[in-house]
């Protein structure tokens, strides 16, 4: 095979990549996390079952990819409008209350995504690794400075309670002004006296 045949083979298969992982969200939306049945998203991509599998060998790796888009999508869009504040207390609600408004104007697709999240399957790992990674350049990009191992610890604690307000937005619990004030608080008292950070 030639290296412009190797080429149009791999932009072939980043299509059909990219077109599961709409067909999967579109029928998320639609119907939350039951309505993603294999069969469907591989009729409405246009590919065959057997090549989906390919792809994505569960229903559960399939969404948590398609969180990992949703994340990418976010991050893309907090770089072209950073986040505002006077402190890196601030600037961390800024990102987390934006980023909980993102995922709030799809609650089926939410809710769906955070079920996959929740998956014991094994095939979800990996990608599941690549999802957090997202979530925690997000976080990472309103606390910067400081003590390198403190501002990890501080970036997976934030993720942990953000993930755990997912799960309760996804059982119905709560409301969104809910989860941004638990996201803000938590926030704020991580970064409270971190290396001199002031809470706003």
């Known amino acids: ?60 790796q399939l969404l948590c990819a398609a969180l990992v888009e949703s994340a990418n ?38 809710a769906a995504m955070v079920m996959a999240l929740s998956s014991p399957d094994p095939t979800t790992v990996e990608v599941k690794q ?20 403190a501002r990890r610890g501080i970036v997976r604690t934030v993720g942990h309670v953000w993930f755990a307000t997912l799960i309760q937005r996804a059982a119905g619990m709560g409301s969104p002004a809910t989860m941004g004030d638990d996201l803000e608080t938590a926030g704020r008292l991580l970064l409270k006296g971190w290396n001199g950070a002031a809470t706003g």
């Open 73 to 110: 999508d976010l991050h893309r869009r907090l770089a072209q409008k950073p986040p505002r504040g006077d402190s890196q207390a601030d600037r961390l609600v800024d990102v987390l209350r934006r980023a909980s408004r993102f995922l709030e104007r799809e609650p089926q697709l939410t």
């Open 130 to 149: 690549e999802a957090f990674d997202v979530l925690h350049k997000i976080i990472t990009t309103a606390v910067d400075g400081g003590d390198d191992e």
């Open 1 to 60: 095979m030639s290296i412009v045949e190797g080429g149009k083979r791999a932009q072939n298969q980043a299509a059909r990549r990219r077109r599961v992982i709409e067909a999967a969200t579109e029928l998320a939306v639609a119907g939350g996390y039951e309505s993603v049945q294999m069969r469907d998203v591989a009729d409405k991509a246009g590919v065959a079952l057997g090549t989906l599998y390919r792809y994505f060998p569960s229903k559960d």
